[in-house]
């Protein structure tokens, strides 16, 4: 797959790692999907729930008070992320209120009746909360034969997880709990798939014990918009990325990177 100089236009988005507490009190779990093989963008692939912003995203984005300290694209992906997270598993994440687990099914089914977030947001008393997403990551690659987004990574904790979980067959065809690591080490026995985006940042959530250490590392960590691009290792083509954004792994060979 070639690599261009020039990042070509993509399409924004946004993608959120959902966090639950571990039953065991062991490290925190994350909210993974299986995509549809049919789907044009990581046909197969586990990632994490999310999708591309939406107009109607940016309308309502700048609505939700103290949207005005925040970049607009970055309010328009928080809001994004909330929606996407809500019609792909059932979970509602990124919201002020009371949530159980029926009143957030009767806002999915809502959602994919075609009702707007805004409308059922308004109906159900609940806010966007911009300050439960926590800022992760940025990528934009550069692939010119693959749909090209520019995906802001949000952090949230959902606490708990007692809460049920819904496949929309459409898009997704399984949906599950593991922890970084746990998800890392299906990958290699070859029984999930992983892009690479989503192979180096769970590996660099797997460095975090709890919520709050992730949270914190996402803080003080400054966001760098992360562009792969290829480079000859030891006479080797690889995939890499900056050595300086948080990762704690920067590439892996061409042949063994899935991008999308």
Do not use: C
Request: aromatic share 8%; hydrophobic share 45%; proline share 8%.
């Amino acid at each position: 797959m070639e690599l261009s100089d020039e990042i070509p236009p993509a399409r924004p988005a946004a993608t959120v790692v959902v966090f639950r507490r571990s039953a065991d009190g062991g490290p925190p779990e994350l909210l993974l999907l299986e995509r549809s093989g049919t789907m044009a963008f990581a046909g197969g692939a586990t990632v994490f729930p999310g999708g591309a912003v939406d107009p109607s995203d940016r309308v309502l984005a700048a609505t939700v008070p103290g949207a005005d300290a925040l970049d607009p694209e970055d309010a328009a992906a928080r809001v994004a992320a909330v929606r996407e997270t809500l019609e792909e598993s059932g979970l509602i994440v990124g919201v002020k209120g009371t949530v159980t687990a029926p009143r957030a099914i009767a806002a999915r089914a809502r959602l994919l009746g075609g009702d707007s977030l805004g409308a059922i947001l308004a109906d159900e008393g609940w806010e966007v909360d911009f300050g439960s997403l926590v800022p992760f990551a940025r990528w934009w690659p550069r692939h010119r034969e693959i749909r090209v987004y520019d995906t802001r990574f949000y952090l949230a904790d959902l606490g708990t997880g007692a809460v049920d979980l819904m496949v929309d067959s459409t898009e997704n065809r399984h949906l599950f709990w593991a922890t970084a690591s746990e998800a890392l080490d299906l990958a290699a026995q070859g029984r999930i798939k992983l892009i690479f985006p989503t192979r180096r940042n769970l590996e660099r959530l797997a460095l975090w014990p709890d919520f709050t250490s992730a949270q914190a590392h996402a803080l003080a960590t400054p966001i760098q918009t992360i562009s792969p691009w290829m480079e000859q290792r030891e006479g080797v083509p690889w995939l890499v990325i900056p050595n300086d954004a948080g990762y704690p792994v920067d590439g892996e060979p061409m042949e063994q990177a899935a991008r999308g």
